[in-house]
């Protein structure tokens, strides 16, 4: 009987969509969505006990009181589909269903997500939502799914704007608010076109836990932290409230130096993308779980403006990147690249900041701002020239503050 009641809403959804133009749900995502998710750690070694043990380390370690609120199960959770074509959860992993691990999730005070792909198959051979894409997205609806992450596998000959619409309309006829993250990887450059689809878009390949690497698997590569970086480099005036560019699933305490996960963990928030946690919260370091939860760091990610940071200075192996803030404030990172400690020297008075996109500029010979570092709490003004020695792979952080 149920099947035959999500089968009717399945037709009806078809009917509608075929006669109005159906959006995303636009009140998600007005900031970065903030999360954890299986892959990086786990890939396909996941079962229901485990999504449980994220939910409740979560619910209980100060992440959730920092903002996170995704537990995310990404590929593998698949069954078969039943003879009516509904997908089902794999029953020797998640004997209790879906449906059960939502209510779970949700009695945490936090929400679930799911993984499926555009294509016939998922990128670890399951089954994707092709020519399915109302019928799965109606199921996630009556197991209480609050986001969907959408993958690109499998998809030869198929057009990436349509698919992704198909399961945008999918998801909003099917009536419960899920937020669609788009993970197409950049290949068809979806800033152009899916700031109506999606609320996050992937702009590049996987990320690898290393600082400055292309890790090659053969047909693909994935990569580290700098490389993610610098394929940013003209995309920030794609971003905004609803739309983020997603630089995937962070590898903080995955293996990484502390000073190579704060670095990560600073540039994936003042670049305004999606901070999603992809190491085992259950064993990690007081070190990682404070660095995650640092609420000024967060507050930078999650600031309202929602305007993505732009490089400000590049000098080599030193550059600053600007993020503008509301009431007239700036984060400014100051990032070493290089394997070596840099001394910085910083005459703020000789430096002119000018936003083109936008529209925003300071003086700073002319405007004076308090500052304070947002990992330590040190506190200065820019009057006086900023000198400091930032390690190797790692940086500087600035919340700055026009003085009254």
């Known amino acids: 009987m149920k099947k035959l009641s999500l089968l009717m809403t399945l037709c009806v959804g078809v009917l509608l969509g075929a006669q109005a133009h159906a959006q995303k749900f636009e009140e998600l995502g007005k900031t970065p969505q903030m999360g954890w998710n299986s892959w990086n750690t786990f890939g396909c070694d996941i079962n229901e006990k485990m999504i449980r043990d994220m939910a409740d380390v979560m619910a209980s370690n100060g992440m959730k009181e920092a ?5 995310n199960i990404d590929d593998c959770w698949h069954g078969e589909r039943d003879a009516m074509g509904f997908i089902q959860a794999d029953k020797a992993h998640f004997p209790s269903g879906i449906k059960a691990l939502a209510d779970y999730v949700h009695s945490k005070g936090l929400k679930l997500g799911i993984y499926s792909d555009a294509g016939g198959k998922t990128c670890g051979g399951r089954p994707g939502s092709r020519g399915h894409e109302y019928q799965d997205a109606v199921t996630y609806a009556s197991w209480g799914i609050d986001y969907v992450k959408y993958d690109w596998c499998d998809t030869k000959g198929i057009n990436a704007e349509q698919a992704y619409t198909t399961m945008r309309d999918a998801i909003k006829k099917a009536g419960r608010p899920m937020l669609f993250s788009i ?3 950049g ?3 979806p800033w152009d076109w899916a700031k109506d689809i999606g609320h996050s878009w992937r702009t590049t390949g996987d990320i690898y836990p290393c600082w400055n690497c292309e890790h090659n698997h053969g047909s693909w590569s ?4 700098l490389p993610i970086l610098d394929k940013q480099a003209g995309l ?6 609803g739309h983020w560019n997603d630089m995937d699933m962070m590898e903080v305490g995955n293996g990484m130096s502390e000073g190579e996960d704060r ?3 600073s540039l994936w928030a003042i670049m305004a993308s999606p901070l999603i946690a992809g190491n085992d919260l259950r ?3 007081e070190t990682t779980r404070k660095l995650m939860t640092n609420k000024d760091m967060i507050a930078i990610n999650q600031d309202k403006l929602g305007i993505q940071a732009m490089k400000w200075i590049d000098e080599g192996d030193l550059e600053i990147y600007v993020k503008p803030l509301e009431n007239g404030e700036f984060a400014v990172l100051f990032l070493n690249r290089a394997d070596n400690a840099k001394q910085v020297k910083h005459d703020w008075a000789f430096h002119y900041l000018k936003d083109d996109i936008f529209k925003q500029e300071v003086y700073f010979d002319k405007q004076l701002f308090n500052w304070k570092n947002v990992w330590t709490g040190a506190k200065g003004d820019t009057k006086g020239k900023l000198s400091v020695t930032i390690p190797a792979h790692d940086v500087l952080v600035l919340r700055l503050t026009p003085k009254k």
Not at 222 to 225: K, L, P, T
């Open 183 to 185: 993970c197409e990887w």
């Open 283 to 285: 064993s990690m370091s």
């Open 263 to 265: 670095a990560h963990f």
């Open 67 to 71: 903002g996170y609120e995704y537990i």
């Open 187 to 189: 290949d068809n450059k």
């Open 236 to 241: 920030r005036k794609f971003a905004g409230p």
């Open 222 to 225: 994935s990569w580290g932290v």
